[in-house]
């Protein structure tokens, strides 16, 4: 596996055709987006995808986004237009937003998991797009995770996961919005956002001059919110990591009660406790082992730091993650999203 440094601001062409070439010639590449790193191949190269598929153990009913460089190949992807999608486009590419459209012909199937919509997005990061322009064709691009695990803002992050399993990863430094981008089903009557992400509820409202509804796959756990000791284990997690996680929410300060409690009793039964909280109520957990990932006011901040704090408190073995929940507002509706999805409980 090669490692290549590339400049996030004025891409080296020379190391933008070598990272094309791999796709070209049937390869994948890990490489930066503002959002996350994607891990990308030529979207008409079906066996290339179906690698995809493999290496991150994700099962093929899982569709992947195509990724242009143009706006103008969002009309080949797609069967149909609409004046709605144009606006988004107009708004919002290149940028955080993933467009849900009728898929034409073009789109082998295992790209959209034999769905006949297909999901298009022009990332705003300049080592994303001119690898797309240098590829010649647009590039289907999951996250460059394994399947289930945190998604990674750095080149690293994406080498812990593969180890020597990938070709090529680009390191263009870490990303700035560090969660994916929004998937909004532009099909659905009204548009419903099926992920929250980079383009926020309230953006798409104001594009749509009306309301969007937001997909809930509910999970099952405890969401009774009494404070018992739970048995973490019985739900299916996504962007999780090994440590078990619960998240808390509330107002404030049943929140820093509620975490205190757990704390204490997962403490006493010897397990090794990590709390990830705001930095404004870090002081009220003197004694326990704390970690910030954001300012409470500042929802921004959170999804910067989300995966990475992540990742980092895997890395000391911790037993048990106790999440603080973010306001939702903003990009905070993302964190919790995310925060919902890795928990294995939920006070
Ligand atoms: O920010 C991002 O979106 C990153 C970067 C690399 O671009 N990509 C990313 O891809 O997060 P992935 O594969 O991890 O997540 C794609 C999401 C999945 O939840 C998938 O189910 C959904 O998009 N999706 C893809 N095609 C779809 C379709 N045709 N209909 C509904 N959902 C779709
Ligand atoms: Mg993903």
């Not at 107009?90 to 789109?107: C, D, N, Q, Y």
């Not at 990932?293 to 000391?316: H, M, Q």
Request: glycine residues 8%.
């Amino acid at each position: 596996m090669q490692i290549i440094k590339i400049n996030a601001t004025h891409p080296e062409p020379l190391k933008i055709r070598i990272a094309a070439n791999v796709i070209r010639s049937g390869g994948l590449v890990a490489f930066p987006t503002e959002t996350v790193y994607g891990l990308g191949a030529a979207v008409l190269d079906a066996a290339a995808v179906r690698e995809i598929f493999k290496v991150k153990k994700r099962p093929f009913t899982d569709p992947l986004i195509v990724h242009i460089a143009a706006k103008q190949d969002y009309f080949s992807l797609a069967d149909e237009t609409s004046k709605l999608a144009e606006r988004f486009m107009e708004r919002f590419w290149p940028g955080p937003l993933t467009l849900i459209a009728k898929k034409s012909s073009i789109v082998p199937e295992i790209v959209t998991a034999g769905l006949n919509t297909v999901a298009i997005r022009m990332p705003a990061h300049k080592i994303a797009l001119s690898l797309i322009k240098t590829v010649g064709m647009p590039v289907a691009a999951p996250s460059a995770n394994l399947f289930g695990r945190p998604s990674p803002t750095t080149a690293q992050h994406v080498s812990d996961d593969f180890a020597d399993k990938l070709e090529l990863i680009i390191d263009g430094g870490g990303t700035t919005i560090g969660v994916e981008s929004t998937v909004l089903d532009l099909t659905a009557i009204p548009p419903q956002i099926l992920r929250p992400g980079g383009i926020t509820r309230e953006e798409i409202e104001e594009t749509i001059g009306g309301k969007v509804t937001l997909f809930s796959a509910q999970k099952h756990g405890n969401l009774s919110g009494k404070t018992s000791v739970p048995s973490p284990g019985m739900m299916n997690t996504h962007y999780a990591p090994r440590a078990k996680l619960i998240f808390v929410e509330g107002d404030c300060t049943s929140v820093v009660r509620k975490v205190q409690k757990l704390a204490d009793s997962f403490g006493q039964q010897g397990k090794k406790v990590v709390i990830m909280a705001m930095d404004e109520s870090i002081s009220n957990y003197n004694g326990f082992s704390v970690r910030s990932f954001g300012k409470r006011d500042d929802p921004k901040s959170c999804a910067y730091n989300l995966f990475s704090v992540l990742r980092s408190i895997d890395k000391e073995e911790t037993d048990i993650i106790i999440a603080e929940s973010v306001v939702s507002d903003g990009l905070g509706l993302a964190v919790v999203d995310r925060l919902r999805k890795a928990a294995t409980a939920i006070f």
